[in-house]
């Protein structure tokens, strides 16, 4: 019993001494017309296509595209573990574009040349967020990566969408942290931006919990072994 205690122990000590930076991995954005699977497929996927019939009712036109805009509450997924999903500086804004899964994704408007500083804060802290990025195919895009204490854990700068390709204009990008830090994740744009597929892990307690039943199991065969 004491090498059995003494072993599962030294296993919970040695996982929190693992430090690591989330990492950027590019996989490949959905694409309803070409049918182009999403992947990777991490887990609770958010496509914003629930929205359709919310923007379909909507008053509000976008003046240059002649879309509907449905002003998008922030806490709109909070059930499905998003604790909020919000834009710096303007309104964001479910629309008929999508070029991913369509028909709807999330963009800001014409006012600002679809700029965007979004922000997608997680209920908890989580090993794993993916999302889909539209854009021009020119403009620059950066991730940033945030920690349980709103600390910044990664930024990716730089990236650019593909113009050519089965999706072009298109992308999508996972960030990755096995610590299972990341709270929120931020893209910034300055001009025609538009996010889609969002996707999550499985929470990290469900890991726990399942490695509680292991370790409970084991225990159970050590006692047995033991007798």
Known sequence: ???????????????????????????????????????????TLINFDDLASSVSSSATIDPVTGFPLFALPSNQYASQGVASISNSGSQLFATFISQQSAPVYLTTGSSDNFAGDITIALNHPNTAIGIGVSSDGTTPITLKAF???????????????????????????????????????????????????LQI??????YLVTGGALAFLAFLRFRRRKS
Not at 152 to 164: D, E, I, K, N, Q
Not at 201 to 206: G, K, L, R, T
Request: net charge negative.
């Open 201 to 206: 892990a499985p929470e990290p307690s469900e």
């Open 1 to 43: 019993m004491k090498k059995l205690f003494l072993f599962c122990a030294s296993t919970i000590v040695c996982s929190s001494l693992v430090v690591a930076s989330p990492v950027l991995s590019i996989g490949t954005p959905a694409n309803n017309t070409n049918s182009i699977t999403l992947s990777p497929q991490i887990g």
């Open 147 to 197: 920690g349980a204490s709103d600390n910044l854990l990664a930024t990716f700068s730089g990236l650019v969408v593909p113009t050519t390709g089965p999706t072009p204009n298109n992308a999508y990008y996972v960030v990755s942290d096995p610590t299972g830090d990341i709270q929120s994740l931020e893209i910034i744009s300055s001009q025609n931006l538009g996010i889609d597929d």
